[in-house]
């Protein structure tokens, strides 16, 4: 037992030298290429970066932003975006914005968006595109629809109005909307003719509603046109009439410009002064619009009228009267004028009043009275 155990330490002991060996003999070339790839690693492990150079000037970088923006931001920064194209200043720019806004039209699926654009595209007003403007007025949301149509009226697009007439045309006349009356105004902007004959049919037709009528009757009224002022005078004198169709009508006559029609406004008016008073208030509307008719025809009749008016409770009746006698210019509102200048409870009555005597010379613009 004692040379067995006396053996195993031997081996033990040449075994620990073994292995002593081995590790001494280890070449040094292997450690140098060890310790030269852990040098290159850190080499590779540490790269040096460079800052991206901005290029362009501020604006040409503001219009890339507007462009990312618009493309990939969240809505409500898209929509921001577009209102803000409006203070770029470089045409090349805005034109290429407004080019990504017509080609976003088409596949845009957010309605506040797609209106938004619409809209910038009219502020814009560069006049392209209109093909493309024109198709969105297939969607079917009636918002839409009607941005469309007030973008195009903003682009003075006078082609499109066939279009618009045929779309009117096939709207039901029981009830309004924006859209009717995106339709109709624009229509009648571009003074287009082909809708009077429809309009006037509307108009007479019971089953249309009021609103409505009374949109197509300022379309008419828009038209100036000498042919319509029968039509106007026969709505106008019917007495069973609404009074607001009455004094559109009226209004009509006045824009027309024929002196001729003055003799049956001052019939009218001479009607409403014969009423007792409740009926007479409600014919309050009528009697203005009449008046600011023969003021337009030139007919200084109207001026005692509008001195009455003057003296009216209602500020804003008094605003009108005083806007209506600046345009006369009529020496005998002198005084009272004067009077509304300084004392009138309302400050854009006396604003108005100081202008009307200024360009009539009464007073100088330090509202130092003309000592003429």
């Not at 037992?1 to 030298?17: A, D, F, P, Q, W």
């Not at 290429?33 to 080499?43: F, M, P």
């Not at 004959?197 to 197509?216: G, H, M, P």
């Not at 604003?351 to 360009?359: D, G, N, P, T, V």
Request: proline content about 2%; some cysteine.
């Amino acid at each position: 037992m004692r040379k067995k155990g006396k053996i195993m330490k031997i081996k033990i002991t040449l075994l620990n030298i073994l292995i002593n060996c081995i590790i001494i003999s280890v070449p040094t070339a292997i450690i140098a290429q060890d310790a030269d790839e852990n040098t290159n690693t850190e080499k590779v492990s540490e790269p040096k970066t460079e800052e991206p150079k901005t290029t362009g000037t501020a604006e040409e970088r503001q219009i890339k932003f507007l462009k990312d923006t618009i493309l990939f931001g969240v809505h409500d920064e898209r929509r921001d975006a577009m209102t803000r194209i409006l203070q770029i200043k470089d045409e090349a720019g805005r034109a290429e914005l407004n080019d990504l806004l017509i080609d976003l039209l088409e596949e845009e699926l957010n309605t506040e968006v797609k209106i938004k654009a619409l809209t910038t595209i009219g502020q814009l007003n560069l006049g392209k595109g209109i093909d493309k403007i024109v198709a969105q007025l297939d969607d079917k949301n009636e918002e839409i629809r009607t941005a469309v149509v007030n973008t195009l009226n903003s682009l003075n697009a006078v082609s499109t109005a066939p279009r618009m007439i045929e779309l009117l045309k096939a709207l039901p006349k029981d009830r309004d909307s924006l859209y009717h009356e995106a339709l109709i105004t624009t229509i009648g902007n571009f003074k287009s003719k082909d809708l009077v004959e429809f309009a006037q049919i509307s108009i007479n037709d019971n089953r249309t509603i009021l609103s409505l009528r009374e949109k197509f009757l300022l379309y008419l009224v828009s038209l100036e046109d000498a042919e319509l002022a029968n039509y106007f005078l026969t709505i106008a004198k019917n007495e069973n009439e609404d009074a607001n169709m009455r004094a559109y009508a009226v209004g009509g006559l006045g824009r027309i410009g024929n002196e001729e029609h003055a003799k049956e406004i001052k019939s009218i008016l001479e009607d409403i002064d014969a009423l007792p008073i409740s009926r007479k208030q409600r014919l309050h509307t009528l009697s203005m619009y009449a008046i600011t008719a023969l003021v337009r025809l030139g007919d200084t009749d109207a001026t005692p009228r509008l001195m009455d008016a003057l003296r009216d409770n209602n500020p804003s009746v008094r605003l009108r009267a005083v806007q209506l006698l600046k345009e006369l210019k009529d020496e005998r509102t002198i005084d009272i004028l004067k009077y509304k200048m300084n004392h009138d409870q309302n400050s854009r009555v006396r604003r108005i009043a100081e202008e009307a005597l200024i360009e009539m010379g009464a007073i100088k613009k330090d509202n130092t009275e003309d000592e003429k």
